[in-house]
């Protein structure tokens, strides 16, 4: 009997001991719309108190979510994310056969709600440490023609009519990434609106791309069509020399993608008026000429495109890009020139033309080492070949010491490399990014100018920029966070100066959300200030009779820093972003003037240096109002700011506030849209600069994928310029210009695209690099 009994007290005490030791991890994948969702809720009840989670979690980048220490039992789990219903069902849990962990996904659908609104809402939109993840509506990839369509309802984007450029509406412009892919707005016209799943705007831009002054979006898309798709939009002036066009024509198969397209800006004005005046004091004496000129002028940039891509999913990317990029400009024009307060009169005649080639090949590399971590590499060779030839010349008589002419050529051979290795890892909410990237390149120039007393001289340099970073970001609680370390080695030699400088560049970004619809954002960051080859140039130029411009072979880098404060409302109608900031320049590259004698003439000789120091005190707001969901649309942005600038030991500051504007309207197939800015100065290095009023109107019809629009452009105005130097010793220059062609000038334009084929899955790259400076003198 006491045997049984002492069985039975056994039994009863190793049950209760195995109850007490049996916990259980519940583990699994939150998914949308057949992508995972990061940033999910995942909180568990019990059956007998729905408002007190007893246990929770947050999905990480891939969507996962892990809770552990659970006992056996029932319980309610809920899973949320903004824009899709909240999912709640019971749960019971039992001791598996094996192991302690019990798997259960789910799949999120969106919001009733939110399917019936057209704009990016608040519920379409999640905010992050350094960026803010929009989301579409069905209304809005039904009535977009293309991705690039989509654009415009993400915050305040919006496309330049003039330039046809994506920026923000204050001017600020935008680098596409498409699934990390550097790209353009032809590579977003070639998707289907219903193939993107998000939009990244990042408010910090990730390290690899902390030295670029652009605002940084990466568009995410769900898989490809395998077939063909392409497509042209083209814009022009109906009696003048505007047009903006652009082509492009997709195929993939397999994993092969072959892609091409090519895209025309091209401006010819005869009717542009200038005056110029300029006062010089010089050796005790003043000198004055006062031009008048009336001049024909334009540009054409031709940017051809070729891309390979092979992709093998989740495992390996190969993508090689060729772009042999033309362009010229010219200027050609006659003047009148009263000398020295309208004592003698000249004439005078300005011939310029240049023109740059540069053919570029890209080869991107990336390999998936398991799911959370990747390596990947980028390299990219340029070649340039650029000249210049100006023949400027200015007739008071044969017996005057005014009179001149000045032939200079130029012809650049630039070659340069850019390399860039990085690893990424992803550990649950928390991801590290490191990488170096270097930028090798070598120039000659071949130059006849006023110094050289027109006799050829050659002219070398070189330069590199080896740049280290790393990069961690993550959440703790409520509090998202970004910081990087990043550090430039950047160094120059020519034939005059040779220096070799370390740039330290830290960056960080404290995130804070509150009350579902706001976010405050605390960050910091440095960029490298690194003069390019054309600064660094000994090509000089004669402007006026007493005027020489010249490049400064002993420029060096500096470095800039800018503390803000960053506050950003996101409703279903509203989108605010709010700041205030201060940004200081050490050793910032700024025109200035000193007088010297050549063969025993006084000039101003006119270059740019490294001042001591310039800094900006701002604070502004960008917003945008959908009035009526899917039909009106209002956009603001303004920007107070003081900036101060420090030059001959003096300090010259200016208080001023751009204000742009926009408004667009649709209604089934018709739509008319319309942007403007208000006139204000502001300071452009060391000249005063004002900005006239801007005004544009365009109205458009649409059926499907064809768009045809007409507008006008500079609306009862006319492209127009006024600059005034800041004062200094040496010489002080006023010019007003107007372009008389485009008053109120009248455009038409027609796109069309097209897609077919089956689904294949898209790709994405890290790294996207390139080089722009042609080292033409400027």
């Not at 960026?131 to 919006?158: I, P």
């Not at 050549?598 to 240096?609: L, M, N, Q, T």
């Not at 009035?627 to 003096?650: K, Y």
């Not at 502001?682 to 009023?693: F, H, Q, S, V, W």
């Amino acid at each position: 009997m006491i045997t049984r009994l002492t069985t039975i007290l056994t039994i009863a005490l190793l049950a209760g001991i195995n109850a007490l030791q049996a916990q259980i991890t519940l583990t699994g994948t939150i998914r949308a719309e057949g992508e995972t969702v990061p940033f999910a809720h995942v909180d568990l009840f019990t059956p007998s108190d729905s408002t007190k989670a007893v246990a929770r979690s947050i999905t990480d980048f891939n969507g996962a979510y892990s809770i552990g220490n659970l006992k056996p039992g029932r319980y309610t789990i809920e899973v949320s994310y903004v824009g899709y219903e909240t999912l709640r069902e019971p749960l019971r849990l039992r001791m598996p056969s094996a192991g302690a962990s019990v798997t259960r996904d789910y799949t999120l659908q969106p919001s009733a709600k939110q399917l019936s609104e057209v704009t990016v809402t608040a519920d379409r939109a999640t905010v992050m440490a350094d960026k803010t993840v929009y989301r579409f509506t069905k209304e809005q990839r039904e009535a977009a023609r293309n991705s690039a369509d989509l654009m415009e309802h993400v915050g305040t984007l919006t496309i330049d009519p003039i330039t046809g450029v994506l920026g923000e509406l204050d001017g600020t412009p935008v680098k596409i990434l498409i699934n990390g892919i550097n790209s353009t707005l032809n590579d977003l016209r070639a998707i289907p609106a219903d193939k993107i799943r998000k939009v990244d705007v990042y408010t910090l831009p990730p390290a690899k791309y902390a030295t670029s002054s652009q605002r940084v979006i990466n568009v995410i898309t769900s898989q490809l069509d395998s077939g063909t798709s392409g497509g042209f939009d083209v814009t022009s002036a109906v009696a003048t020399g505007f047009v903006n066009g652009n082509a492009y024509l997709t195929y993939v198969s397999g994993n092969h993608r072959i892609s091409a397209d090519y895209q025309i800006e091209l401006r010819d004005y005869d009717n542009r008026r200038s005056n110029r005046n300029y006062t010089y004091f010089l050796g005790g004496d003043t000198y004055t000429y006062d031009y008048t000129m009336r001049d024909h002028f334009g540009y054409t940039y031709h940017t051809p495109r070729l891309k390979y891509t092979y992709a093998r999913p989740d495992d390996l990317t190969l993508q090689v890009t060729a772009s042999p990029a033309f362009n010229k400009r010219f200027n050609h024009g006659d003047e009148t020139v009263l000398l020295n307060d309208a004592t003698a009169e000249a004439t005078a005649w300005r011939d310029n033309d240049a023109s740059t080639f540069s053919p570029s090949l890209d080869i991107y590399l990336s390999k998936q080492l398991d799911k959370n971590s990747e390596i990947t590499a980028n390299v990219v060779g340029t070649y340039f070949h650029s000249s210049q030839n100006t023949n400027n010349s200015l007739d008071a008589g044969a017996d005057s010491p005014e009179s001149y002419t000045d032939l200079m050529h130029q012809s650049v051979n630039r070659y340069s490399v850019i390399g860039e290795v990085g690893y990424s890892r992803r550990m649950g909410l928390n991801t590290l990014n490191v990488g170096v990237r270097s930028s090798v390149s070598q120039s000659w120039s071949d130059t006849r100018n006023v110094l050289s007393a027109y006799e050829l001289t050659r002219y070398r340099s070189d330069d590199t920029d080896n740049y280290i970073y790393a990069e961690y970001s993550g959440a703790w609680k409520k509090i998202m966070f970004m910081a990087s370390l990043g550090g430039h080695i950047a160094h120059a030699s020519n034939d005059d100066a040779s220096y070799t400088k370390f740039l330290f560049t830290p960056r960080l970004m404290v995130s804070y959300p509150f009350a579902r619809y706001h976010t405050l954002r605390l960050m910091f960051q440095s960029s490298p200030i690194i003069p390019t080859i054309s600064q660094l140039s000994d090509n000089a130029v004669l402007q006026t009779p007493r005027m020489i411009h010249a490049g400064n072979p002993h420029l060096h880098s500096g470095t800039t820093v800018a503390p803000m404060l960053y506050y950003q409302l996101t409703r279903s109608r509203v989108d605010m972003k709010a700041l205030v900031a201060y940004q200081h320049s050490f050793s910032p590259i700024e025109m200035s003037y000193h007088e010297a004698v050549i063969d025993g003439r006084p000039y101003v000789v006119a270059s740019e240096v490294n001042l001591n120091s310039s800094s900006t005190v701002a604070a502004g707001v960008n917003m945008r109002i959908d009035a009526i969901p899917n039909t009106l649309s209002f956009m603001m942005s303004a920007i107070a700011q003081r900036q101060s600038v420090e030059t001959d030991g003096q300090t010259y500051s200016l208080w001023y506030c751009p204000i742009n504007y926009g408004v667009s309207f649709r209604k089934g197939a018709w739509g008319v849209a319309y942007q403007g800015s208000l006139p204000h100065k502001e300071l452009d290095g060391t000249a005063i600069a004002k900005n006239y009023l801007s005004s544009n109107l365009q109205a458009y019809w649409q059926h499907r994928n064809v768009r045809l629009s007409l507008g006008c452009y500079w609306l009862g105005t006319q492209a127009e310029y006024r600059s005034e130097s800041i004062p200094n010793r040496y010489f002080h220059e006023k010019t007003h210009t107007v372009i008389r062609n485009n008053r109120s000038m009248v455009v038409v334009g027609v796109s069309w695209n097209f897609n077919t084929g089956k689904k294949k899955e898209d790709i994405t790259r890290k790294f996207n690099n390139s080089d722009t400076d042609s080292g033409l003198f400027e």
